[in-house]
């Protein structure tokens, strides 16, 4: 059981580029959470997802798409990269319940824009 | 939205010692207040959360209270060691909003020998 794995771990990218981090959950849970992490500013919500194919946005969306085409798998992407999205990328989920439930988080996937 | 405001940001205590981190919530219908410690490169992870139907929660020497009036709840950290330096974040959630957090700053506790 690997809980939340997060692809890749590191990633430079150059302005304009466009690439896609990966999200997998191997606990069977519906909602699933994309979030960055920038010093002084704590976790910011950018997607989340309450199932398969399923996409919402959250408190900071812009330059960013999602998709929940398999239950497993969250991903994100990033379609013309800037220098103000270099940052920690965490992954999420948790279980579906009519009272709110903990967030298992992956290992984060740190980008930086050059 | 919702808005989380936590103090002090980094807090500096002497082995032994405890720890008090402080947030604040501006959303009254916020019922969920979980409670993630991060080491250096690490995931968060959830160490401690507290329902709104609750005032208290302890588990060993970390303990939550939560005060629905003020709309404010403590992380309390007792017989503090060198492995609790770490970032703590707090955070906040509604019923129905499939469970999204909204995060407090952070707060870096170091623990002195």
């Known amino acids: 059981n690997a809980g939340v794995t997060q692809t890749p771990k590191f990633r430079v990218l150059k302005t304009g580029q466009s690439m896609t981090l990966l999200c997998a959950q191997d606990m069977n849970h519906e909602y699933m959470y994309w979030y960055r992490q920038d010093p002084g500013m704590g976790l910011r919500l950018i997607h989340y997802?309450?199932?398969?194919?399923?996409?919402a946005k959250g408190e900071v969306p812009d330059g960013y798409n999602v998709s929940r085409l398999k239950k497993q798998n969250f991903l994100l992407g990033l379609e013309s990269a800037a220098p103000s999205q270099t940052s920690v990328y965490f992954c999420a989920s948790s279980y579906a319940s009519i009272s709110n439930q903990p967030q298992h988080f992956g290992d984060g996937t740190r980008l930086s824009i050059l | 939205g919702e808005n989380v405001e936590q103090h002090p940001s980094t807090l500096s205590v002497q082995e032994g010692d405890s720890a008090v981190i402080k947030c604040t919530y501006s959303d009254s219908a916020s019922n969920y207040f979980p409670w993630y410690k991060q080491e250096l490169g690490k995931r968060p992870q959830l160490i401690i959360d507290i329902r709104s139907n609750v005032g208290e929660k302890k588990d060993q020497r970390i303990a939550v209270t939560l005060n629905k009036t003020a709309k404010h709840f403590s992380l309390h950290i007792t017989e503090t060691q060198p492995e609790d330096s770490a970032v703590y974040f707090c955070?906040?959630?509604?019923?129905?909003?499939?469970?999204?957090?909204?995060f407090g700053t952070g707060t870096r506790l170091q623990v002195t020998l």
């Open positions: 997802s309450v199932g398969e194919g399923t996409t």
């Open positions: 955070a906040a959630s509604m019923a129905g909003t499939a469970s999204k957090l909204t």
